[in-house]
């Protein structure tokens, strides 16, 4: 009897007949991420096709549950509707697109409480999203955006690639079996996929949002804004960091990585900082001084402190940084780069 053995490489599958086109779709579209994502990829114009060649974006497909901005571009097309509905992807998704960039999610705090929410949208939706792909036959490269959140428990002190999962919240959870599918669907060969495993992004414009996350961006944004933050965890409290401005960088460059050279491991850990709550607020003093750090109120909170308690605080990314991903170099580079790009 004979056995088949995957070699990592998915089989071939032709992905268009017309190579000019390049059509990106943006789960998320609307959100923070994927707002910056969109601006990026209409000024660069262009993305490497599975060829590894440049092609020029032909169109830029924003799916949301809200309207996003439409950047006045007649590249863009907006869908407005629930990331869960399979009509919805089915308009979304043709045998033209090119590339998948999957960052709608429900974030940790809310997934947590409410836990059909989070179930439908990170994990029913992924798998909507991945058969849609699979019934249109031409195997697009698909970037999911995961989560520190997919480890938990007693961990080594520095987390590789290859740590096991064990997820001690709902929403890591759901990013954990969402992984699994895409790395099998790769496998398969009806997708291209690659798992970027995001550290916390920091700082975040805006308002602080439902995510256990949120006072990592909070207590340097708020301060700066001249206003008061709360701190709900303890100064020794160690987080895995990473800044917009990277984040956006390693998306597209996630999207461009050669399938032989994931082979079968398709995620990756992307590099950040690792940086105590304390040492955070020491460089918000060295960036803006006395007065913004001074603005920090130190709060606990239990449920905060117990799920992000059980987040990894150091990455070996030696495989990420191999294959030409980059993080920022301290946090003080995090909070000058949010100055330069959002209060400037």
Not at 37 to 53: F, H, I, V, W
Not at 88 to 102: C, G, K, M, P, Y
Not at 147 to 175: H, I, W
Not at 219 to 234: F, K, Q, S, Y
């Amino acid at each position: 009897m004979a056995v088949a053995h995957w070699s990592g490489a998915a089989p071939f599958i032709a992905i268009s007949t017309r190579q000019s086109i390049m059509k990106v779709l943006i789960t998320g579209g609307a959100g923070f991420l994927g707002q910056r994502l969109a601006k990026q990829l209409l000024s660069r114009g262009e993305l490497n096709g599975p060829d590894g060649k440049p092609a020029p974006i032909t169109e830029l497909v924003l799916v949301d549950v809200v309207q996003g901005n439409d950047f006045a571009d007649k590249r863009v097309t907006t869908l407005v509707g629930d990331i869960a509905d399979a009509a919805l992807l089915e308009r979304a998704i043709d045998r033209d697109t090119a590339v998948v960039f999957h960052l709608a999610a429900i974030v940790s705090g809310q997934a947590e409480a409410d836990f059909d929410l989070g179930m439908r949208i990170n994990l029913d939706a992924s798998r909507t999203l991945l058969e849609v792909c699979r019934a249109r036959g031409h195997r697009p490269r698909v970037v999911f955006t995961s989560s520190v959140a997919v480890y938990g428990g007693t961990l080594p002190e520095v987390v590789r690639d290859d740590t096991a999962l064990n997820p001690q919240s709902s929403y890591g959870t759901q990013k954990a079996i969402a992984e699994l599918m895409l790395a099998d669907y790769s496998r398969r060969g009806f997708v291209d996929g690659v798992v970027l495993r995001l550290p916390t992004i920091s700082v975040r414009p805006g308002r602080p949002n439902a995510a256990a996350s949120s006072f990592a961006s909070g207590i340097i944004r708020e301060p700066l804004n001249g206003e008061e933050a709360i701190c709900p965890v303890p100064g020794d409290t160690r987080l895995w960091l990473l800044s917009p401005r990277r984040a956006i960088e390693a998306l597209i460059a996630g999207s461009e990585l050669p399938g032989e050279r994931l082979g079968n491991r398709r995620i990756v850990n992307l590099p950040g900082v690792s940086v105590t709550v304390d040492e955070m607020i020491d460089a918000l003093r060295e960036v803006a001084g006395d007065e913004a750090a001074n603005r920090i109120r130190r709060e606990p909170d239990s449920r905060v402190q117990q799920i992000v308690g059980s987040w990894p605080g150091r990455w070996d990314t030696t495989r990420a940084e191999q294959l030409g991903l980059r993080g920022d170099g301290s946090f003080v580079d995090v909070v000058r780069a949010y100055i330069e790009d959002e209060l400037r």
